[in-house]
C-alpha cells in the first residue's frame, strides 16, 4: 500500500516528503480553507505542492455541472503533470470524468461511498476512487467493512480499458483517522491510504520504540563511562 497526505499544508508536506515514504497528496475544498487558502491563489498554492511532491497530487473541482467541472478540470491539469483531476462522484462526476479522461486527464473520483459508485467511477475511466472510511463512522456505520466491499468488488474485473494509457484503477482509502484504520486499509488491500499529518505522525511513533531508544541511551551511558 502506498501513502499520500491528505492535506493542503506545505510545512507538513514537506515534512512527510522529507520522511522519503510519500508517493502523493490529496487536497479537497476543506483542506485548502483549513490552511488559509483564497481563491486567487488556489492554482498557485497547487504548483507549489506539485513541487514539493514527486507523485500525483489530486486537486478538486468545485463546480456541479458537467460543463464547468470539465473546464475546471483542463485548468487544474494544466497547471502540472502530476495534478490529477478530483471529481465528486456524481452523475455529472462521472460524466465529466468520462470527457477528461478522453483527453488523457487522470481523475481521482472522490466522495465514493458504496460498491456500484466505485465499479461506475472505474468504468468511467477514473485513475483512482476514494472511498472515504471515516465518514462512515460518523454514522455509527463500518467504515472499514464498505472500504472492504470496493475493493473486492474493483479487484474483481479488469479496468484497464476504461482508463487513459491503459492504467487500471487504484483504491484510495480516504477520510482515515487514526492507525487503525490503515492497518486494516493495507490488510483489505487498498492501493493506497490517504493520511493527514497527525495521523501519519502517529504511525511512526510506538510507545515501545521510545522505551527501547531510552533504554540503549541509559545503557550507552555505562558504556561511556566504563
Ligand atoms: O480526501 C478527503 C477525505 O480524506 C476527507 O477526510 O476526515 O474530512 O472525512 P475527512
Known amino acids: 500500500m502506498k501513502f499520500f497526505l491528505d492535506t493542503a499544508s506545505l510545512e507538513e508536506i514537506a515534512a512527510a516528503t522529507s520522511w522519503g515514504a510519500l508517493a ?10 483549513r490552511v488559509g487558502g483564497r481563491l486567487q491563489d488556489f492554482h498557485e498554492h497547487i504548483q507549489r505542492i506539485c513541487a514539493l511532491v514527486p507523485g500525483p497530487v489530486s486537486a478538486e473541482v468545485t463546480a456541479e455541472d458537467t460543463d464547468t467541472m470539465v473546464v475546471q478540470g483542463r485548468e487544474l491539469a494544466a497547471l502540472a503533470s502530476n495534478v490529477v483531476v478530483k471529481v465528486p462522484l456524481t452523475a455529472a462526476g462521472l460524466a465529466a470524468t468520462r470527457a ?6 487522470a481523475i481521482n473520483m472522490t466522495l465514493c461511498f458504496s460498491v456500484p459508485q466505485a465499479l461506475l467511477a472505474a468504468r468511467a475511466g477514473a485513475r483512482y476512487v476514494s472511498p472515504f472510511v471515516g465518514r462512515f463512522d460518523d454514522i455509527s456505520e463500518d467504515g472499514l467493512e464498505q472500504l472492504a466491499n470496493i475493493v473486492n468488488a474493483i479487484s474483481n474485473f479488469d479496468f484497464s480499458d476504461c482508463g487513459p494509457n491503459g492504467q487500471s484503477v487504484e483504491v484510495i482509502a480516504a477520510s482515515i483517522r487514526n492507525p487503525n484504520h490503515v492497518t486494516q486499509a493495507a490488510l483489505i488491500g487498498a492501493d493506497i491510504a490517504t493520511v493527514p499529518f497527525d495521523v501519519l505522525k502517529k504511525c511512526v511513533e510506538h510507545p515501545l520504540t521510545t522505551k527501547g531508544l531510552r533504554a540503549f541511551e541509559k545503557d550507552w551511558e555505562k558504556v561511556k563511562q566504563a
Not at 27 to 32: A, G, H, I, K, V
Not at 100 to 105: A, F, K, P, S, Y
Open 100 to 105: 477528461l479522461t478522453n483527453e488523457g486527464i
Open 24 to 33: 502523493g497528496v490529496t487536497t479537497n475544498p476543506s483542506l485548502y480553507a
